[in-house]
Structures are given as structure tokens and as C-alpha cells.
């Protein structure tokens, strides 16, 4: 089936024809309507987009240098497959800067800024109650998000937001992590305690540990590409890298 994509039809109207057309699909493989392994081509994305190839040569150049495609011949790429080493990589970045991101917000978040972490906190735990693993997902995105923002430190968001898309769509494995709803939960409020009572050694401690525990649990359900199952059809449980 061919691919599809969202809202190109105000492509040509777009200031910078580049910036949209990697917008569009980094969202596509984000989404996973790519999926790890499969090629993507330049002529062919250019004709799908009713673009030129010099902006999809150029958003393909950047998708690579983050990681989330990689050349496979000329002027063809594929979405990135994740190794383990990879993961093991990923998530001991992810565990210092993510950790960093929490001791910032302890030293600085506000009044409003700890009502909305308390809001996520309540919101997980709706839908942990509702076994609604998808937007479980979504709202652990948004925490990370809030810790970044909070950190006021361009450069770390940058970094928390490349290394989750990797962690987000460039997964061979279709993940099941049992159990890891209820344990996130307790972890996130755990963190968002110890970011309101301004005890940055903790949150940053904390929010460390829980980085390593995706890690293990990840780890663990961990397959070789051979055995990959496609991602197409997974379940809502599937989706939860917590």
C-alpha cells in the first residue's frame, strides 16, 4: 500500500519547502508509518510530496545526522534498526540528561510549573486505572517534555527530544513491558515529589533510576532483528515504553 501523508497540500505554501518536507516525515516515522528497516527514496518521496528532490535531499541529510534514517546507496535511506548496543547507548544518555533535566526543575520550577507536573501525575494515574497504556504513553512524553522546558537549557531539550524520538520509533521490537505502568507511576510521583520540595540530589537520583529501570525492562524483551514482529497491528500494552 502506498504511503500517505498529512496536510502536503499546503506544502508549496510553506516559507521554508526543507523544514516542511522533514517535518513530514519525521512525523511519519515517528508515528511508525515507516517502520525500522524500510527504505525510503528520494525520487520516490519527491513525487509523493509533489516537491523537487533538492528539499527531500536536504530533509533526509538532517534525519540521518539525527540518527533516524541511515544511508543504505545513492540517494536511498531507511528508517534506522536499533541493535542493543543502541539501546544500551540511547538510554545512558537519556539516564544524564534526563536526570539533569529534573535537578534543573527542582532549582527552578515555580508555583504553576509543579501544578502541572502534579496534573500529569494525576492524569497517569487515570489512565493506568483505565489500563490505557496509549496515552499513558503520550503523557510520559509531555513529563519529559515539562522537565526540559523547566530546565530553561535549550541545548539539553534538544538532546532529551532526539534521543526519545529514537527510543519512540526506531524500535525493532514490538515491547509488552508487564508491570511497568504501575512501577512508572510510583517513580514519576516519586520525582515530582522530590522537584516540589526542591531536593534537586533526589530528583536527579530518582529520575536516573527510572531511566535505568526502562532500560532493564527494555532490555529485557529485547529481539533479534529476525525475529521482529511487525509493528503494524500492535497492541496499546505494545506501545508503552514507560
Do not use: W
Not at 516559507?15 to 520516490?44: C, H, N, P, Q
Amino acid at each position: 500500500m502506498e504511503k500517505t501523508f498529512e496536510r502536503v497540500q499546503t506544502l508549496e505554501e510553506h516559507v521554508s519547502k526543507s523544514e516542511r518536507v522533514y517535518d513530514i516525515l519525521r512525523e511519519s516515522i515517528v508515528k511508525r508509518r515507516f517502520v525500522a528497516g524500510e527504505k525510503l527514496v528520494e525520487r520516490d518521496l519527491a513525487r509523493k510530496l509533489k516537491v523537487s528532490k533538492t528539499p527531500v535531499r536536504e530533509a533526509l541529510s538532517r534525519l540521518e545526522r539525527e540518527g533516524l534514517i541511515e544511508g543504505s546507496s545513492y540517494r536511498s535511506f531507511s528508517v534506522t534498526q536499533l541493535s542493543e548496543r543502541d539501546i544500551v547507548e540511547i538510554y545512558d544518555i537519556r539516564e544524564i540528561a534526563n536526570g539533569l533535566a529534573a535537578r534543573c526543575a527542582a532549582n527552578k520550577a515555580d508555583k504553576k510549573q509543579i501544578e502541572q507536573l502534579y496534573s500529569i501525575i494525576q492524569s497517569f494515574r487515570d489512565h493506568v486505572k483505565r489500563n490505557d497504556l496509549r496515552s499513558y504513553n503520550s503523557l510520559d512524553i509531555e513529563f519529559h517534555n515539562l522537565l526540559g522546558a523547566i530546565s530553561e537549557n535549550k541545548r539539553l531539550r534538544e538532546i532529551m527530544q532526539l534521543l526519545r524520538n529514537q527510543t519512540r520509533v526506531l524500535m525493532t521490537t514490538s515491547v509488552t513491558l508487564l508491570g511497568r505502568a504501575e512501577a512508572s507511576l510510583s517513580e514519576h510521583t516519586k520525582i515530582v515529589d522530590a522537584i516540589a520540595s526542591q531536593e534537586a540530589d533526589l530528583a536527579e537520583r530518582l529520575t536516573r533510576e527510572h531511566i535505568r529501570n526502562v532500560k532493564r525492562a527494555v532490555l529485557g524483551t529485547f529481539k533479534k532483528p529476525s525475529e521482529v514482529q511487525p509493528i503494524i497491528g500492535r497492541s496499546k500494552e505494545s506501545q508503552a515504553l514507560l
